[in-house]
């Protein structure tokens, strides 16, 4: 574990990291692709690819020598049309940026848009607001974690188990918005709908019994053999290349970088909470797997200080807060939050009209990618399917 | 045969049936769809076949990752313009006789997405869909009433020669022209053959 | 954070109150970002965020010779602005904007040499604002397909008339329904 918090040796390593370049672009010119490489392309349909995600891989013999990620089957103009439309008709869309994740998406973008204009949240709506978007933490670790496996072969069994405890959480993400993953739940000064007792009642019992369900799953999995063996060492991201790539999230912390923005930001009413960041200490897709297993564990621990200390009653709208007409000063803003897949940043810049004049978003997985190709040379093509699936991306947030 | 000797001969162990119905049946329960996902729809198509939902109720559970060992394709999620060609390929590589479930709002007209400069509106612009469900995205028990309309849609063909089915007919490729990706936008942006432009059908002022 | 201390090192930078953020003049953006990311003080090891921004021309009102308001137009320009923010010692965020000389051929040098998580957020904004980054190592389109030739985030970009009606027209649709009606009988005229 290592302390980046003062001035050490460590932090010397990042700064004098050599200059980034891609690498690959100097290995070989065209005509050694012709004598003896194998190209081939990965994507966009491909069981493995988690989406319409393509790859052209350069191999030689098994082992990759060039992988260069395709990006755009899935550009669905998400900033150019939010450009066109109000600011309160924009969240829904980014329910479908992330389309695992909606309730933190709209946490992202409400926050942004509360920061540029100023509109004040009441204080149970930001508790609703922690309770809802750890309980979208949980749905999308676990099912990074089926589909990790599902990847490396285990067709079935652990993706079964966690669409099992992902339909619970659903089942309560629907009772508070009337859908199931596109909750678009969130407005500007508050939440739409209130948790009812019977609601939180449920989510007690989430947080009571998901440790249990990690506890089995862990016991079935994360000590299996093949598991470690295909897991450990492979796909190796040193820190210094993570921090210069822009590479944030769960997978920052796999490669040993206490960087976790619900501690360095605070954003919201986290300051209240007290819980750990996991941290990794190889890198490698173990690590990533492991950083987010702990990480479950430790937004169950919020989840229960949340429903302790939230308050009985109270507002979970400001009433001053204008969601129609809304129209902030000119002024622009950077807001981000610690969404599952990483840093989830907005970009708004204002105007003064009914619309944004620009609206861009920082997207986790796809920065997250970066790092792809420098962590997949050198291994072999099996292993690509592993390393790519640990990286969890969603294509509706990387090409948006 | 009447029903009356039907259930007597059943009674003494006999099953008489067409062999349409054979036929029919045996494909009706055993449609496997593509391993194919494209956006959002693509997560509730999993948990469609994941246990809750149980898609193997319906002998439609195998997701076969290649098109030559599929019957069934279903488009979850919006079709991008980037995207159409490599679905329209797909399609065309499955065997006959194949099917087409428009899964959501985007692959019906591109949905919320519609006005997007990348975003198809509707696939059935390029491939023939025979089962459309509204939603975005459609719950699990919407799928799975598509998969029964379709169910339905495959017991209606006949072996008869009044309608002879499609897929026996030589000349019957149903393959369908790949769109490319031009300087602005798809060439051509539509395959005439199955899909006409709406007209406006009030004035515009 | 001694921004002062920055911005007596780099005089030829301009503090923009508004949006708090150093306008770069786009010779010196290199050097700049080298400064952050070295300081001991600064340590700006994060790229978080590179987007870029169409600013069309406008009219705006400046003080004349005579000292009256004038009217001028103020021509347009792309303009990419960074957040860095730091890792090592958790603070930030600080803003960069860099502006091209006009939209007909915005050149700005690529920051990807000194921090990769640009690599592929400077592809993006060459793909859809036309910028070109020089000394990116591998500038391509990345969501559009290679044939595409227009650049779609841009506040002029005019999208194909592909119209089809909709039940719901409203507003802006309503407005290329117009649109494709007009070209339709021009076409058949």
């Known amino acids: 574990m290592l302390d980046l918090g003062g001035a050490n040796a460590a932090d010397g390593e990042i700064l004098d990291a050599p200059l980034y370049g891609p690498r690959s672009y100097r290995v070989f010119g065209d005509d050694a692709l012709a004598k003896h490489f194998l190209e081939i392309s990965m994507g966009p349909h491909h069981p493995s690819t988690h989406g319409v995600f393509r790859m052209d891989v350069v191999l030689d013999g098994e082992t990759v020598v060039r992988l260069k990620p395709v990006f755009g089957y899935l550009h669905r103009n998400h900033e150019k049309l939010a450009e066109t439309m109000s600011w309160l008709a924009a969240i829904p869309y980014t329910d479908r940026l992330d389309y695992f994740c909606s309730m933190t998406n709209n946490w992202a973008y409400v926050l942004a848009v509360e920061k540029l204009a100023g509109i004040a949240v009441p204080e149970r709506a930001e508790y609703i607001r922690v309770i809802v978007g750890e309980l979208t933490r949980l749905v999308n670790h676990i099912c990074l974690a089926g589909f990790l496996l599902a990847d490396l072969g285990a067709l079935g069994t652990p993706l079964l188990y966690a669409f099992r405890e992902r339909e619970k959480i659903l089942d309560i993400f629907e009772e508070i918005s009337g859908a199931r993953m596109m909750c678009n739940y969130m407005r500007f000064g508050g939440v739409r709908v209130d948790l009812s007792p019977e609601a939180l009642q449920k989510i007690h019992r989430i947080a009571e019994r998901f440790p249990f369900f990690l506890d089995e799953f862990e016991a079935l999995v994360s000590r299996n053999e093949i598991l470690l063996s295909r897991c450990q060492g492979v796909g190796v991201l040193p820190r210094h290349l993570a921090v210069n790539a822009g590479v944030t999230g769960p997978m920052l912390r796999a490669s040993g970088v206490d960087y976790d923005l619900r501690k360095v930001d605070r954003y919201g009413i986290y300051d209240r909470f007290e819980f750990r960041v996991p941290l990794g200490e190889h890198g490698d897709v173990y690590d990533r797997y492991m950083v987010r297993i702990l990480e479950m564990r430790e937004s169950v621990a919020i989840l229960r200080q949340a429903l302790a200390q939230i308050p009985e009653k109270g507002e979970i709208m400001n009433p001053q807060a204008k969601l129609r007409n809304l129209r902030p000063k000119p002024g622009e803003i950077y807001s981000r939050i610690e969404s599952p897949k990483g840093e989830l940043g907005f970009y708004l810049i204002s105007d003064g009209g009914p619309c944004p004049y620009r609206y861009r978003v920082r997207p986790p997985s796809f920065i997250n990618l970066t790092v792809l190709e420098d962590m997949c040379l050198g291994q072999k093509i099996a292993d690509v399917i592993v390393i790519f699936g640990s990286v969890d991306i969603v294509l509706g947030e990387v090409d948006r | ?205 | 954070m001694n921004t002062e201390r920055f911005a007596a090192q780099f005089p030829q930078m301009q503090w923009d109150a508004a949006t708090s953020s150093w306008i770069v003049p786009h010779q010196s953006l290199l050097e700049i970002a080298l400064f952050l990311k070295t300081d001991p003080e600064f340590r700006m090891d994060l790229l978080s965020n590179v987007a870029g921004v169409d600013w069309l021309s406008s009219k705006e009102k400046v003080r004349g010779e005579d000292g009256k308001p004038v009217e001028r137009e103020r021509p347009g320009y792309l303009e990419v602005v960074y957040h860095f923010y730091s890792v090592s010692a958790k603070q930030g965020p600080i803003v960069l904007r860099c502006r091209t000389d006009g939209r007909a051929t915005p050149i700005l040098p690529s920051i990807t040499p000194l921090y990769r998580s640009a690599e592929f957020q400077e592809r993006e904004i060459y793909d859809l604002y036309g910028i070109v980054f020089s000394g990116h190592p591998d500038l391509r389109r990345i969501l559009m397909w290679d044939e595409f030739e227009d650049f779609p985030m841009r506040k002029d970009y005019v999208s194909p008339d592909d119209y089809e009606w909709e039940p719901t027209p409203h507003d802006d649709v309503l407005e290329r329904a117009r649109q494709h009606r007009r070209e339709e009988e021009r076409r058949r005229a």
Not at chain 2, 144 to 163: E, Y
Not at chain 2, 165 to 184: I, K, N, Q, S, T
Request: net charge positive; hydrophobic share 40%.
């Open chain 2, 1 to 205: 045969m009447d029903d009356w000797l039907k259930s007597e001969l059943q009674r003494a162990g006999v099953f008489v049936t067409t062999l349409e119905w054979v036929y029919n049946q045996s494909r009706r329960s055993s449609v496997w769809p593509l391993q194919f996902g494209l956006a959002c729809c693509a997560i509730e198509m999993i948990a469609t076949a994941a246990a809750r939902y149980d898609l193997a109720r319906f002998g439609a559970e195998v997701f076969r990752p290649t098109p030559r060992q599929a019957d069934l394709m279903i488009v979850a999620g919006t079709v991008t313009k980037k995207m159409a060609p490599q679905v329209v390929r797909i399609y065309n590589q499955m065997p006959e006789p194949k099917y087409v479930i428009a899964m959501g709002a985007c692959a019906i007209s591109g949905g919320p997405f519609k006005q997007g400069y990348n975003v198809l509106k509707g696939i059935d612009r390029f491939i023939p869909v025979d089962v459309h469900i509204p939603g975005c995205p459609p719950r699990p028990e919407a799928l799975l009433n598509a998969l029964m309309f379709l169910q339905r849609k495959i017991d209606r063909q006949t072996l008869g020669a009044a309608q002879p089915l499609r897929w026996y007919d030589p000349m019957d490729r149903a393959e369908f022209p790949v769109p490319a990706c031009g300087a602005h936008d798809l060439v051509p942006t539509h395959t005439r053959a199955i899909w006409k432009p709406e007209a406006s059908p009030r004035p515009l002022t």
